[in-house]
């Protein structure tokens, strides 16, 4: 199994990012996919969240900013960010859950996004 991200990178307060989970060895449009992300001292938290069905759900601190995406065909989930500002800045990381468990089955390798003020 290996969940592959990437796209992130520098960028300025207002700026765009877009980040991928391109994902393989799992059956993805079985898996629930969640956008985590870390910053240094803090919890990991997560960003968004999106079902097989392709509903989204997203923490408050970044609803109207972020959008999360995924195209079965590739097995991939995608995190539109939008707007982005200086405490958005972590490591970035993709999540999946097999439907009907609880909590991540396989993590991702994390990617940076520095957002400078």
């Known amino acids: 199994v290996q969940l592959q991200a990437s796209g992130g990178g520098l960028v300025q307060a207002g700026g765009s990012l877009k980040l991928s989970c391109a994902t393989s060895g799992i059956i993805f449009r079985n898996n629930i996919m969640t956008w985590y992300r870390q910053a240094p001292g803090n919890q990991r938290e997560l960003v968004a969240t999106?079902?097989?069905?392709?509903?989204?759900n997203y923490a408050d601190s970044v609803k109207g900013r972020f959008t999360i995406s995924r195209d079965n065909t590739k097995s991939t989930v995608y995190l539109q960010m939008n707007n982005l500002k200086p405490e958005d800045t972590a490591v970035y990381y993709c999540a999946s859950t097999i439907l009907g468990r609880s909590s991540p089955d396989y993590w991702g390798q994390g990617t940076q996004v520095t957002v400078s003020s």
């Open positions: 999106i079902t097989t069905g392709g509903s989204p």
